[in-house]
Nanobody, 115 residues
Framework: QVQLVESGGGLVQAGGSLRLSCAAS????????MGWYRQAPGKQRELVAS???????NYANSVKGRFTISGDSAKFTMYLQMNNLKPEDTAVYYC?????????WGQGTQVTVSS
């Protein structure tokens, strides 16, 4: 069973940067893709970025050009570099890994961007 632990969230001023990390542990033979989702208060959870096992990436339009997703397969760790943060980026950020029909979620890390 795979476990995911996010870290790197916090409070930052608008225009600042944060880097989120997602460490995976457990049995990982293969996976389809890993991703970052976020959920702001009163809003639905949305996909922020994803990366396939072949390193193909996908981004929400709202973060293109500001966020970068990457992975270190040797360390089983995924990152989300977030630059030029905006107050509307405030949310709980979750990492996921999809293995076939199974998606595993982390516990989330809070990102707060002050104006």
């Amino acid at each position: 069973q795979v476990q995911l632990v996010e870290s790197g969230g916090g409070l930052v001023q608008a225009g600042g940067s944060l880097r989120l990390s997602c460490a995976a542990s457990g049995v990982i033979f293969s996976y389809n893709d890993m991703g970052w989702y976020r959920q702001a208060p009163g809003k639905q959870r949305e996909l922020v970025a994803s990366i396939t096992s072949g390193d193909n990436t996908n981004y929400a339009n709202s973060v293109k050009g500001r966020f970068t997703i990457s992975g270190d397969s040797a360390k089983f760790t995924m990152y989300l570099q977030m630059n030029n943060l905006k107050p509307e980026d405030t949310a709980v950020y979750y990492c996921t890994v999809r293995q076939g029909a199974l998606t595993t979620w982390g516990q989330g890390t809070q990102v707060t961007v002050s104006s």
